[in-house]
């Protein structure tokens, strides 16, 4: 069992960073895929990167591309997403989830599917 706690979240406004933190207990990240997912009212849950554990490996979705960095401290077995130069469209619940190795390897690693343990969420609010 992996147990994944966000935190981070919060007001800012467009123009501004966030850095959420996914810190992880029970089993560790070392051979793990940590993902990370954005739900804004009405919408349905999407991709916005993920991270392999091993290697450091990143992807991210187009929309977030080179504003939006994931990374992760071994040591700490917490990961990070750094979230710079937000605007109002970032505004969603995120939410990291671990996955295995092959869930980065294969391709999927934006399908919410090939997940198997979620934290509980953090809001973000970007205002105009």
């Known amino acids: 069992q992996v147990q994944l706690v966000e935190s981070g979240g919060g007001l800012v406004q467009a123009g501004g960073s966030l850095r959420l933190s996914c810190a992880a207990s029970?089993?560790?990240?070392?051979?793990?895929?940590m993902g990370w997912f954005r739900q804004a009212p009405g919408k349905e849950r999407e991709f916005v990167a993920a991270?392999?554990?091993?290697?450091?490996?990143?992807a991210y979705a187009d929309s977030v591309k080179g504003r939006f960095t994931t990374s992760r401290d071994n040591a700490k077995n917490t990961g990070y997403l750094q979230m710079n130069s937000l605007n109002p469209e970032d505004t969603a619940v995120y939410y990291c989830?671990?996955?295995?190795?092959?869930?980065?390897?294969?391709?999927?690693?934006?399908?919410?599917?090939?997940?198997?343990?979620w934290g509980q969420g953090t809001q973000v609010i970007v205002s105009s």
């Open positions: 989830a671990a996955g295995g190795a092959h869930t980065y390897y294969s391709g999927r690693y934006s399908r919410a599917d090939r997940y198997d343990y």
């Open positions: 029970g089993r560790t990240f070392t051979s793990n895929t």
């Open positions: 991270l392999s554990w091993i290697g450091a490996n990143t």
